[in-house]
């Protein structure tokens, strides 16, 4: 994983964290522990880094409540 691909991935985090209402420690083992993050963020970040905030948090929140993460 490059820098820019770090740099997403803490901006997802950050602002998922934001939207949730959770800590960034959370929202990242949340992520981390059901596949989201490196079996969907990572390898689709060249698409999802083109997504404006709204939509990106949107899609992520819809992918964790399918996932049954969060509520």
Same mark, same amino acid.
């Given at each position: 994983?490059? &820098? &820019? /691909? +770090?740099?997403?991935?803490? *901006?997802? +985090?950050?602002? @998922?964290? /934001? $939207?949730?209402?959770?800590?960034? $420690? &959370?929202?990242? %083992?949340?992520? /981390?522990e059901s596949g989201i993050l490196y079996e969907y +963020? ?5 698409? @999802? %880094?083109?997504?404006?905030?709204? *939509?990106?948090?949107?899609?992520? +929140?819809?992918?964790? $409540?399918?996932? /049954? @993460?969060? &509520?």
């Amino acid at each position: 994983m490059g &820098a &820019a /691909e +770090i740099e997403f991935v803490t *901006y997802c +985090i950050g602002n @998922l964290s /934001e $939207r949730l209402g959770l800590s960034q $420690r &959370a929202v990242y %083992h949340l992520l /981390e522990e059901s596949g989201i993050l490196y079996e969907y +963020i990572v390898p689709s970040y060249d698409v @999802l %880094h083109t997504f404006g905030k709204d *939509y990106l948090m949107d899609d992520l +929140i819809s992918y964790m $409540r399918e996932k /049954e @993460l969060v &509520a």
